[in-house]
């Protein structure tokens, strides 16, 4: 238990400020590189609430697929690379103020309702937990429960790749 | 076969799709598909208003027609003698909510029924008539598209069982009118047309749209007009709910049919395509409202305490329309103009009747109305596709056309006969129905409008009559007849102007309408069965003989009426009254200058002055703190201090300030701002309150 | 315990709101909502331990999934907006302006 809390505090402090340096760095490539930072931390926290497999496929999309889209995307509008010219605009007080008067909400909230609680990640209903994070559990109730709904996705990725190409082809 | 009925409106929608994807590549590029569709709708529509006939003939002649009465309204002891002739209703689930089952289906009474055939034959003749009419058009195949989608939208109305149904159909309608008003949309003139015609008849559905769910509350919380009626006609919940409803309703009313005050989309309206405006006219769009009034009339019945006579809002709204209209028609040049301030004032007529209890008449006018009025509507397109080289002024472009069109010009004397109310043309009985009802329902006064109305409709159908078809021709064009598929409608209509008023020729004991169409239930009130009085059909027909001789007298011999020729110039009286009706009463004026602007400019302005003066005043005040107080009311007086003010403070405190500042900024940024923003708020609101 | 994960969550998701409100560029406030998605799966994985529920993690691969096609359709708007005004920047797409 101690363990577990050290390693969470340990990613949570690192993915928080890798968090802030990709909306506060000054340099696209290095704000795309903290977001790296911040993915695989939290597929290490998936791993720590047992969900293995979703741990995994955050790694291989997530920081496989989606981050060398974002170099591309980077690469493509060509933007400046130079430290001195800002990539905020003129409203950063202003969304400073919103998001920490989101997170006290929220917070509080959070707080108020689940301070208490616990996960058992001991005994026969930890190993009930890791057996839950499996691929065989999880492909399971997808292919059963989620069938339709997985068959829909499928066709959302299917139509924002023609949607991406429709939108980005030059004519 | 009425349980199939749903098929009717089907049909079209199925060709609406079949139009819009494999039109273009059609022989005809659509047009067959859409005729067919239609022409299918139609024989459909006979044989339900065939078997509606024997349904009706084989109850009456198993109990007899007074006995089916009294059991339609519970008044026999003992029900289970008899049937009454109830509407055949067939629903399938739409959705349901908790309790609520909302269902969509089709309810076929008389109504129905009559509103079934008018809407498919009229439909089906433009639809045959534009082959020729809109030959050539760019947006061909995308016009039988629209004209299905027209079509099908009216008859799902028609059918409605429910006010919800009912409420779609009519939304469906607006917005085809608005696609087909604004057919040729490369002229402002013509997408202004479509703004006005979609606006004003929106302005009057937020009427309807409040009417349906007041009579959804006031009838226990269902939307099943039968239910609605009856409840409304034991007055089901007190009195005034009702006619809250009732007024609601009539709104819907005002801005679908063109009522006064709200009647000034229609003229405008005539910017689409000739046969679009029949189809408006005749069968689809402005009777909406009418049949929504004939539909709900115990809500009317209830609301407005019709039996008891007097002035209600309903009578007292088409009494003005009646008036008003016929008065426009005459100083109008554009002979579609003519027509459509003479459909507003026709429209008046049914209106008027349902608010009088002359139930029978309205709906019996409105059978009629759309045979002759269509006819007209398509023999102005007639003359302007073959006589008048695509122009509708008849000072400038017609004229002498009797020689050149003889199949137009006959077809529209009859349908001009027909609107006057000549014996015995069609309009001839069902006006005699209205006016009859009025005289002996305790509405005198509705009468006498009636018969002014007669008048003046009589008067200006003749000076369009004449300007169009006789003396000399003023066009440049080489008039010509009109090819076979405009003549045919033409001519199916003329018949039909003629004959149709026989339906119901009470002179001669035949009341058809009142045998077939008129409810016999708990769900209809007892109306007035007028007896057919001569003296007053004889009153009706001299007046309208003596205007059309007024009329032939005053606009046909030109010559030795100089003198009154010459009134608008000279006498001031005359003029400014020719003035007030040539600017429409100023009601143009006062919705666009008064109420447009009257709305648009103060909120603009005072939304700019607190942007100007009140938020920047925020903003100082935040950057300076509590010093700057007494200098804020300095700076709202003066502009350039503020404006340095602003410039001089942090840009941090600009940018709380611009929280509110930049509203209307376009960013997307700022807009995702205030939303989470406001969705913080609203949490922290929902944890404090709860 | 479960709390700490879900305010973990909150400040990713917080700040992930920060970005996507005072960045200029169309690229790093796609990332900004990347870091607000991956709040909310981090939220869905821990009530899947808390509940014990597979349910939170396959919902959490359909975000994953639906991320990977917002980022494409995303970054192809971006590149749309780049081609049309020479310039990533969001702030310069003000022609609603009222």
Redesign the interface.
């Known amino acids: 238990m101690i363990a577990q809390n050290v390693v969470f505090w340990i990613l949570a402090v690192a993915m928080v400020l890798a968090a802030i340096g990709v909306v506060r760095s000054n340099n696209l490539v290095h704000a795309a590189l903290y977001l790296v930072v911040v993915l695989a931390g939290s597929a290490a926290q998936f791993i720590l609430l047992a969900a293995e497999f979703v741990a995994w496929v955050q790694v291989l999309i997530y920081i496989g697929a989606v981050i060398i889209l974002f170099l591309f995307g980077i690469m493509l509008t060509r933007a400046p690379m130079r430290e001195d010219l800002s990539l905020d605009n003129d409203q950063r007080l202003a969304g400073a103020v919103v998001a920490l008067f989101l997170l006290g909400v929220l917070s509080t909230l959070l707080i108020q309702a689940f301070g208490d609680s616990k996960i058992d990640i001991t005994g026969p209903q930890g190993s009930e937990l890791v057996n839950n994070g499996r691929a065989g559990t999880l492909a399971e109730s997808i292919f059963s429960t989620y069938v339709l709904p997985f068959e829909l996705v499928s066709i959302l990725l299917l139509a924002s790749l023609i949607g991406a190409v429709v939108l980005a082809r030059r004519d | 076969m009425m349980n199939f009925a749903w098929l009717i409106p089907a049909i079209p929608v199925v060709s609406f799709a079949l139009i819009l994807f494999f039109g273009k590549k059609m022989p005809r590029q659509g047009s067959e598909i859409g005729i067919a569709a239609i022409a299918s709708s139609f024989v459909l529509s006979c044989i339900v208003a065939v078997q509606w006939i024997q349904r009706v003939d084989e109850t009456v002649s198993e109990h007899g027609l007074g006995i089916v009465r009294a059991i339609g309204k519970g008044l026999l002891a003992n029900p289970e003698q008899g049937v009454a002739i109830t509407p055949v209703i067939n629903t399938v689930e739409w959705f349901r909510i908790g309790t609520l089952e909302v269902a969509v289906g089709t309810q076929i009474d008389g109504l129905a029924v009559m509103m079934l055939f008018v809407v498919t034959l009229i439909s089906l003749l433009v639809h045959i008539y534009s082959t020729s009419y809109m030959h050539g058009d760019v947006r061909y195949t995308y016009f039988y598209a629209a004209l299905s989608l027209f079509t099908a939208s009216m008859l799902t109305l028609v059918v409605a069982p429910n006010t919800l149904q009912l409420l779609l159909g009519w939304e469906l309608v607006g917005l085809c009118s608005f696609m087909l008003i604004g057919h040729w949309w490369e002229e402002k003139e013509n997408t202004n047309a479509a703004l006005k015609a979609f606006l004003t008849t929106r302005t009057g559905d937020i009427g309807l749209m409040i009417g349906v769910i007041v009579t959804f509350f006031a009838a226990g919380q269902t939307f099943d007009i039968v239910q609605i009626n009856v409840l409304a006609l034991e007055g089901h919940g007190g009195h005034t709910i009702w006619m809250v409803g009732a007024s609601c309703l009539l709104v819907g009313i005002i801005g679908k049919s063109g009522q006064f005050p709200l009647h000034t989309w229609l003229p405008d309206a005539m910017a689409g395509p000739t046969p679009v405006s029949a189809l408006i006219h005749a069968a689809t769009m402005v009777v909406a409202g009418v049949y929504l009034g004939a539909r709900m009339y115990g809500v009317f019945w209830q609301g407005f305490s019709i039996e008891d006579g007097g002035v209600n809002p309903m009578a007292l709204v088409g009494g003005i329309t009646i008036l008003i209209g016929a008065a426009l028609a005459f100083v109008q040049d554009d002979i579609k103009k003519v027509l459509a301030y003479s459909t507003i004032s026709q429209l008046g007529y049914m209106v008027m009747a349902l608010g009088i209890g002359a139930w029978v008449g309205a709906v019996f006018h409105l059978f009629t109305h759309a045979f002759f009025k269509a006819l007209l509507f398509l023999g102005a397109g007639s003359i302007a596709h073959s006589g008048s080289h695509h122009s509708f002024d008849m000072k400038k472009d017609m004229g002498g056309l009797r020689k050149h069109m003889p199949v137009t010009f006959w077809t529209f004397m009859v349908g001009s006969f027909a609107l006057a109310g000549i014996f015995p043309l069609a309009g001839f009985w069902s006006k005699d129905e209205i006016l009859a009802t009025a005289g002996q329902g305790g509405y005198e006064i509705f009468m006498v409008v009636g018969l002014v109305g007669a008048f003046l409709t009589a008067a200006y159908m003749t000076r369009c009559v004449w300007l169009s078809f006789f003396g000399e021709y003023r066009g440049h064009a080489d008039p010509h007849e009109s090819p076979k598929p405009i003549i045919i409608p033409l001519i199916v209509l003329a018949v039909f102007s003629v004959l149709a008023g026989l339906a119901n020729a009470s002179a001669f004991g035949i009341e058809k309408f009142k045998e077939y169409i008129e409810p016999h239930g708990e769900a209809f009130p007892e109306v007035l069965t007028p007896q057919f009085d001569v003296a007053l059909a004889a009153l009706s027909f001299a007046i309208v003989v003596i205007a059309i001789g007024i009329g032939g007298f005053f606009w046909v011999d030109r010559r030795e009426l100089r003198a009154l020729k010459g009134l608008t110039d000279r006498s001031g009286a005359a003029k400014a009254g020719h003035s007030f009706l040539m600017n429409k009463y100023y009601l143009d004026h006062l919705y666009e200058r008064g109420i447009v602007a009257g709305i648009k400019g103060p909120i603009a302005r005072a939304a700019y002055w607190l942007n100007q003066n009140v938020i920047d005043g925020v903003v100082n005040a935040a950057g300076r703190g509590s010093a700057a107080l007494g200098r804020l009311t300095y700076r709202f007086v003066d502009q350039d201090v503020v404006d340095k003010a602003v410039n001089s403070i942090a840009?941090?405190t600009g940018?709380?300030g611009?929280?509110l500042r930049y509203?209307?900024?376009?960013?997307?940024?700022?807009y995702?701002?205030m939303l989470?923003?406001a969705?913080?708020v609203l949490?922290?609101s929902l944890?404090i309150f709860s | 315990m479960v709390a700490q994960f879900l305010v973990l969550a909150a400040v990713l998701f917080c700040i992930g709101v920060y970005g996507v409100l005072a960045r200029r560029n169309g690229v790093l406030v796609l990332m900004s909502v990347e870091l607000m998605l991956n709040a909310v799966n981090i939220n869905l994985i821990t009530f899947s331990a808390y509940l014990r529920e597979t349910s939170g993690q396959v919902f959490a691969l359909f975000v994953i999934t639906i991320a990977a096609a917002e980022v494409g359709v995303g970054l192809a708007i971006v590149l749309l907006i780049y081609r049309n005004i020479s310039s990533p920047d969001l702030d310069q797409l003000d022609q609603m302006s009222g």
């Open positions: 840009q941090e940018n709380v611009g929280l509203v209307q900024s376009g960013r997307v940024q700022r995702a701002l989470f923003g969705v913080g949490a922290l944890v």
